[in-house]
């Protein structure tokens, strides 16, 4: 799948039950997954090449749905709740912790973009969603985020940190590893 234009992008849906989400889409399903705060709606925008198509909050844990993204009517872009948000309340966590769930295993996924952010190890949540990545053979991309706030030795810690992993530097500020997340999208996007 390559000519895909990135600018021409809309939103299409959003799920708060997995039962809301037509059994059969007609496009791939790229998937993006990290903890709140990761800068999961800024990354996508930056490979939107939008400002405001996905919405930032200045709080966690603000994405509480599956929202699907159209792109050049040829694939979906999927933003998944973030994980690892300690102030909302348990029934909340659990519901769309099990929402989220549903969705990955159902066998729908064509690529999961598994963000984290670069500036620090990976913490239990993400250790345990890299694990769930392993063990369902998910196909799977790790990126990096924040990678402008880190300087030069301080990536050169956290690569080695990084390093049994296959993953992209990127930063929403910069625009570090768009066209590299972009081509790796394209090639799952079949």
Do not use: C
């Not at 989220?100 to 500036?119: C, H, M, N, P, W």
């Not at 993400?126 to 799977?140: A, C, K, P, Q, S």
């Not at 690569?159 to 049994?164: G, W």
């Amino acid at each position: 799948m390559n000519n895909i234009n990135w600018h021409n992008a809309t939103h299409h849906s959003s799920y708060g039950k997995f039962s809301q989400i037509p059994a059969v889409t007609e496009k791939p399903e790229i998937a993006f997954s990290g903890r709140s705060n990761v800068g999961k709606s800024s990354s996508i925008n930056k490979l939107l090449n939008r400002k405001s198509l996905v919405r930032v909050s200045s709080r966690p844990g603000k994405t509480i749905t599956i929202n699907y993204f159209d792109i050049d009517e040829k694939i979906y872009i999927v933003d998944l709740p973030g994980y690892g948000y300690a102030k909302i309340a348990r029934s909340e966590k659990e519901r769309f912790g099990v929402l989220t769930e549903k969705y990955l295993q159902s066998g729908r996924v064509a690529l999961l973009v598994q963000l984290i952010d670069f500036r620090h190890p990976p913490t239990k949540d993400d250790l345990i969603m890299l694990d769930f990545l392993r063990e369902t053979g998910i196909n799977h991309v790790i990126v990096l985020t924040k990678s402008d706030k880190l300087k030069k030795t301080q990536r050169e810690k956290m690569r080695e940190v990084f390093k049994e992993y296959k993953t992209i530097e990127f930063s929403a500020e910069t625009g570090e590893g768009v066209e590299e997340l972009r081509q790796v999208i394209e090639n799952h996007g079949n």
